[in-house]
């Protein structure tokens, strides 16, 4: 599983925490930044990582914000793209079962670094399972389609 990975100013310390999850799973993963620690605009991060998802480049993207909504608005733009907002494991575990979800969000000021580790780890384990849940998605795919 290939994963790409981005934050703006106010997610960069669990974005590390997650490259050293990812790597202690030995997946593998690319970092688009934010570089620095100054202010910078969250869907000039979510966008880039969303469109890579979504042409197929990386299988899952992680982002991560200050709250994580900015992130999880601007990748939901991009079509494919089923953006899931997570703070706890349930919902972690639950959104890859039912929405297939291919990008995470999370939010540094919300939750702390071993949190979202976890959060992370389950939703990179856990599987869709398909069924009536496809059906569901299905929809959302049509809808895009015939909506662009
Ligand atoms: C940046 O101050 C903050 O607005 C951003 O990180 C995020 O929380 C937006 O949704």
Known sequence: MKVALASDHGGIHIREEIKG???EMGLEYEDFGCDCEES?????????????VARGEFDRGILICGT??????????VKGIRCALVHDVFS???????????VLAMGE????????????????TTEFEGGRHARRIEKLTTYEETHS
Do not use: C, F
């Open 21 to 23: 999850l990812l790597e």
């Open 68 to 77: 994580g909504i900015g992130m999880s608005i601007s990748a939901n733009k």
């Open 40 to 52: 910078v605009d969250y869907p000039d991060y979510a966008l880039p990582v969303a469109e890579k």
């Open 109 to 124: 000021r919300v939750i702390g670094p071993g949190l979202a580790r976890e959060i992370a780890r389950v939703w990179l």
């Open 92 to 102: 972690a575990k639950a959104t890859r079962q039912h929405n297939d979800s291919n």
